[in-house]
């Protein structure tokens, strides 16, 4: 299977394995699994399965149906710093130290 590929930070990065890596965080940062991904998406559990071990591709469609599941935009799976960078607000308290 052929994948493309992005360069960020002069690192060539697969773009099947960004968005692979985006939908897990997403998940997991939401208490969802794979299967309740699937009933969203309307697609059987394999077919999920094979999407996020890199086997399968996603369409469109499908990452459209997955930003509205997670309530994330769905040009944000593609994004090679991933869903983990925070915006302000989020910095860890340091206070006391």
Do not use: C, H
Request: hydrophobic residues 40%; negative net charge.
């Amino acid at each position: 299977m052929s994948t493309k590929t992005i360069t960020e930070n002069d690192q060539t990065v697969d773009l099947t394995s960004v968005v692979n890596t985006n939908i897990r965080v997403a998940l997991a940062l939401r208490g969802k699994n794979q299967a309740d991904l699937s009933a969203a998406l309307g697609l059987s559990r394999g077919a999920v399965y094979r999407k996020l071990k890199g086997d399968a591709t996603w369409s469109v469609p499908d990452m459209e149906k997955a930003g509205e599941f997670l309530g994330i935009q769905p040009a944000k799976f593609l994004d090679p710093n991933g869903l983990l960078v925070a915006g302000s607000g989020f910095e860890p308290e340091t206070s006391g130290l």
